[in-house]
């Protein structure tokens, strides 16, 4: 039902007559001339934030998007012919070829040629925390929030090869203030200002799910949410990041998402498969656990590397299983990519743009009669691109198997709910920097908690320097440099 129904506040004669009439043409042209029902009750301030909220929509794509709706959704048809991908580390790989690839990426990461971008633009909604996820407090012992222990990674990864590493933070509406604030008032987390920018994605507004209508929050406000971490293509050209980077002489970026605390971010052997094999993009994936785990499928469709959402896999093919009882679409993606900086300026300025994906969710409006809406059953349809969806376009799309005890731990919920949640993340950190401290002969006492910061844990003499002034944690401790 079209919460606009028949009875528009202000007649539609009364708003073409005094709403522009090139804006009025151009939205009656695709059926949204709704947007300008409470036109004359606005301020002139409220008349020109509207008008800039319109002039942002793409009206075409929203139009097409819901033409083809009911093609949205191939993936039952098309995931029965989906494969398994090769991995570069897969089982016909050579201790020689693994140490030829973590050269190249030491090698990439010693000459200033790779970037890191980490997605931070989620509302966070399952996880029920007011601010950006990324302030989230996750150290087990230092109480170091996400953002904190991804950028002591990133200068972590800097300091060991001597290089400097640029830092992009993509925000969006929802925490792109908080987080620039967060960054002020904690010193960048200790990066320079040249090397860190924060940019904030774009934005689509949710439509009735009945009628197709753009809802609107306020009645000069649509109703917009981010463009999904797919947006990050955008951003990166709207903001002249991509430019800035190449010009540096950034060739990749590695990419990673703000909720995983485990993230391998600058590992030189992924990066090192994906320089040596002029891969394009390059994907760490982890053996699936469950064959409903939350985590898009790695697969090879039509000889390309894709993902398919775990929304989108029938239960029946993400059951399917190989003659030896494992999963057959086993490669669960954990969204830690490796992307060629030519690759993003190529797909900007000449595509394939990225597809839309549809959901259905709960979206707060005003009616036509200025009243605000709460639903308590979805009633909009929401637009989001996904970056993964770059991997078909890619040359030479890599795979690399990562185990996840080293590499993923994502926080997604809150502590009412017992998986991926703060306290699983901070119990894989802490396995994590046991095995590194007892695999150089350190002790840690039963209940002793040991948290090492990413330069202790990376950097072996510091490791084995620590070991020797402290052989045995006998109680909680944080280890910095
Ligand atoms: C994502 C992947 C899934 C799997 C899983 C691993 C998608 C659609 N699915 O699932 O395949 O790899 O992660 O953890 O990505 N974000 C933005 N802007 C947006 C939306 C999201 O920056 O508009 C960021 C968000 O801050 C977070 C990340 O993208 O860091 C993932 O978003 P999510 O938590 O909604 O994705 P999820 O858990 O459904």
């Known amino acids: 039902l079209s919460p606009f129904g028949n009875s528009p506040i202000v007649a539609i004669k009364d708003v073409q007559m005094r709403a522009p009439a090139e804006l009025y043409q151009k939205l009656t042209r695709y059926g949204q001339q709704h947007l300008l029902g409470f036109w004359d009750l606005l301020t002139e301030q409220q008349r020109v934030e509207l008008c800039a909220e319109i002039a942002q929509v793409d009206f075409e794509a929203i139009a097409g998007c819901l033409r083809n709706q009911t093609e949205q959704n191939p993936w039952s048809v098309l995931s029965r012919a989906a494969e398994p991908p090769p991995t570069a580390n897969g089982q016909l790989v050579s201790d020689a070829s693994l140490d030829e690839a973590r050269a190249a990426g030491r090698g990439a990461l010693a000459k200033g040629q790779i970037g890191v971008v980490l997605v931070a633009g989620g509302q966070g909604t399952r996880l029920g925390f007011d601010h950006p996820k990324g302030m989230l407090p996750v ?81 000069h406000r649509l109703a917009l949410s981010p463009d999904g971490h797919g947006g990050l293509l955008q951003a990166l050209e709207h903001h002249g990041t991509l430019a800035r980077l190449g010009s540096r002489g950034i060739r990749h970026l590695f990419y990673a998402q703000i909720d995983n605390p485990l993230a391998q971010i600058c590992d030189p052997l992924t990066i090192g498969f994906h320089t040596l094999r002029n891969s394009e993009m390059t994907t760490q994936v982890v053996r699936k656990t469950d064959p409903l785990q939350r985590v898009g499928n790695v697969v090879l469709l039509d000889n390309r590397v894709q993902v398919i959402e775990y929304s989108d896999l029938p239960e029946q093919v993400a059951r399917q299983r190989a003659p030896d009882g494992s999963l057959r679409l086993w490669a669960g993606n954990i969204a830690v990519h490796v992307i060629s900086v030519a690759f993003l300026e190529r797909v900007a300025q000449r595509g394939p743009p990225l597809p839309f994906h549809l959901a259905v969710k709960r979206v707060p409006y005003v009616d036509a009669n200025g009243r605000s809406q709460e639903p308590r059953e979805p009633n909009a349809i929401k637009f989001e691109r996904f970056i993964f969806d770059l991997l078909p376009s890619a040359q030479n799309a890599m795979v690399v198997e990562i185990d996840p005890a080293e590499g993923f731990a994502p926080v997604k919920n809150g502590l009412d709910v017992s998986t991926e949640n703060p306290h699983t993340a901070q119990a894989a950190m802490t396995l994590q920097h046991a095995r590194r401290w007892r695999a150089f002969g350190g002790q840690i006492h039963a209940g002793a908690v040991l948290e090492l910061h990413p330069l202790v844990a990376l950097d072996t003499r510091r490791l084995q320097d620590w070991i020797r002034r402290l052989p045995v944690c006998a109680a909680s401790t944080y280890l910095q440099p």
């Open 139 to 219: 150290g087990p012992v230092s109480g170091r929030t996400l953002f904190e222990i991804l950028i002591d990674l990133v200068r972590a990864r800097a300091d060991l090869h001597g290089c400097r590493i640029p830092v992009v933070v993509m925000t969006s509406l929802a925490t792109h203030d908080a987080t620039v604030r967060y960054f002020a008032d904690h010193d960048r987390l200790g990066l320079n200002a040249e090397d860190l920018e924060i940019v904030c994605q774009g934005n689509m507004p949710a439509v009735d799910r009945e009628s197709g209508k753009i809802l609107l929050a306020e009645p």
